[in-house]
C-alpha cells in the first residue's frame, strides 16, 4: 500500500534521501511515485509505474529540483487510477502546499463540492487532493502554517497519515489517524515515514505517533502534539534489526532470501522464551483464556487456522475469522480472548476486527512481527513473532514464525508437551535440511505448464494446503487452489485431469494420513499427477510421481515444514514464467484499507 517519507535536515542530500526512502519502500506495493521540495517554491515531480520512472524524469529535472524540506510518496491507487496526475504530492491552486497521504477520506466528494464550488480547481481524481486546497483556505483566511494545516486535518473523516510542505516554510507538518507514521530521530535531521525501513539507514532511533496526534519537523528537531494542541511527550525507541537485513544479500528476491532465514527467524521466535531445564515456556503475556477467537487475513489467516487446531487440540475451545467478515456476523464473545494475527501489524480488516471486539468487551491479544505497529498499541498485550523484517510481498518466514509462536502460546498456558518443546528447538535444523535437498525447482520445472495446482491436506495440513495454494497464484500468476482433502470429491474433483499436478500433505502413518492416501488415490485415478509433500513415516510416496520430502517431526510443527517445500515450488514456478515475485501485480504488503 501507500508509502511515505518525509525529512528536514538532509541539507543538499534532502532528494537523494527521499527517492532511497521510496525504493525502501517499494515492497509495500505501489503504481507511481512522486517528490515534493521546499525550498521558497514547491517543486513536484511524480511519475506513474515503477520508481525507475521517477528516478528519469528526477535526473532530467534535477537542476530544478532541490530544497532542504521535502515528502515522498509512492502510491498504491484507490481513487482514480496510477495515472501521473493521480500520483502524490498533491497542490493546491497557488502550488504553495503540497501533500502526501496514505488511507482513505471518506468525506472527500463533499469537500471537493465544497472547495469547487468556493473556485478550487482540482488536477486529479483523488480523494486526497481535497487536502492542499483546504490549507489553502486557511492560509488565505489568514492562518498561519500550522494552525491552517492542523484545521483542514479536522475537517477529514476516515484513515489517514498525512505529511506535507509549504514553499515558504522549512518544517514537515503531519497528522495520523488509523494509518501508520513514525519520526526518525537523527543526529542532524529528522525524518517521517509510514514504516522504519524508509530511514533505517539514517537512524536507529523511532517515536511513533498515535492516531489524533500531529508532528512538526523542523531544523531544530520534532515535536508531537494532540488533537488539542497540547504537547505530547513521547518515547523515543530503539530499532534493533540491522540494515542489512533489509538488503537481498546476494539472492535474486527477498521472498528466496526469506524463505532461507526462516532456520534463523524460528531461532529468534523461540530464544529466551523456554526454560532450558523445565521445558517450561514463558512468554511474558498476560493471558489465561478459556476460549480464543482469531482474527487475521491472508497467510495470516491460514497461521491463525493452524493455531486454532492448536489450541483446540490441547482442549481451549478456538475458531478462526477472517477479518473482514467478523463484523459482519460477529460470534458471542463470552469471555473469549480475540487474537489478531497480522505479521504487519497494520490490516486494516484484522485491526476493524479486533476493534469491534473490544467494543464488546472482549480482550485482545495481538500476535505481529512489527514493534510499535498499530495492532500492538491497540491491543491489550502483544505476542511478537520476531522473524525479522520481511520485505517480499509474499509472506514466508512470518508464517512459519506465527506458527512456532501460537504453539509456544498453548505451551504457555499448560504444562509444556516435552515432545512438542523438542519439536520446536530442532525445526529450524529441520527446516534448513529442507531448504538444502528440496527437489522443488525440479518439480516447478515439470508441471510449470499446467492447466491449474491443487493442495490438498488434512488437519494441519489442511492450513498450509491453503497457504501453498495462496502463495502459488499470488506470484505465479497461475490457477491454484487448496482444499481439505475430504473434500475433494464433494465437487473440486470435476476440476482434476492429468494436466493439473494435485500436491498432497501426508505425514506419519495415523488415520489422517491413511485417509489423505485415500484421497491420493482417487486423483491418481483420474491421472492427475501427484507431488507428495511427505516424511519417511508414511508410504503417500508409492502413490506419487514425485516426493517432496520433510524430516519427521512432532505432528504439530511436521505442516511447517512441509509449506517450507510449497513456498519453494511457487517461488520456483514463479521465477521460471519471470513474473516479478518480489512485488506481484495488484498486491500489497501491507494493506491497510478495508
Ligand atoms: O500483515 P498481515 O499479516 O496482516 O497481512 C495479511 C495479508 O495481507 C497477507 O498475509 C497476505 O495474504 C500475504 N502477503 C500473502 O503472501
Known sequence: MCGIIGCVG????????????????????????????????????????????????????RDGVSGRVGIGHTRWSTHGPPTDENAHPHRDCTGRVAVVHNGIIENYQELRDELTDAGHEFESETDTEVVPHLIET???????????????????????????????????????????????????AVYLASDVPAFREFTDKVVYLEDGEFAVLDGEGWSVTDSTGAPVEKAIDTVTWDPEETGKSGYD??????????????????????????????LDVDVDPTGVQFVACGTSYHAAVYGAQLFQEAGIPAQAFLGSEYATSPPPIGDDLVVGVTQSGETADTLSALREARRRGAKTLAVTNVVGSTVSRECDDTLYIRAGPEIGVAATKTFSSQVVALTLLVESLRESRRETIAALRDLPASVQTVLDTSKAEEVAEEYVDSDAYFFIGRGMHYPVALEGALKFKEISYEHAEGFAAGELKHGPLALVTENTPVFALVTGEGEQARKTIGNVKEVEARDAPVVAVTDRKSDVARYADHVLEIPESDPRTAAVLANVQLQLVAYYAAAQLGRPIDKPRNLAKSVTVE
Do not use: W
Open 10 to 61: 538532509r541539507g543538499d542530500e534532502t532528494l537523494d534521501t527521499l527517492v532511497h526512502g521510496l525504493s525502501k519502500l517499494e515492497y509495500r506495493g505501489y503504481d507511481s511515485a512522486g517528490v515534493a521540495l521546499a525550498n521558497g517554491s514547491v517543486e513536484v515531480v511524480k511519475r506513474a509505474g515503477e520508481l525507475e520512472n521517477l528516478r528519469r524524469a528526477l535526473n532530467g529535472e
Open 138 to 188: 486557511e492560509l488565505a483566511g489568514g492562518a498561519d502554517p500550522e494552525t491552517a494545516f492542523r484545521s483542514a486535518i479536522e475537517r477529514l473523516e476516515g484513515s489517514y497519515a498525512i505529511a506535507c510542505v509549504l514553499a515558504d516554510d522549512d518544517r514537515v507538518f503531519a497528522a495520523r489517524e488509523d494509518s501508520p507514521l513514525v519520526l526518525g530521530i537523527g543526529d542532524d
Open 253 to 282: 528476491h527477498y521472498m528466496l532470501k526469506e524463505i532461507h532465514e526462516q532456520p534463523r527467524a524460528l531461532r529468534q521466535c523461540v530464544s529466551g522464551r523456554v526454560s532450558e531445564l523445565s521445558g517450561e515456556v514463558d
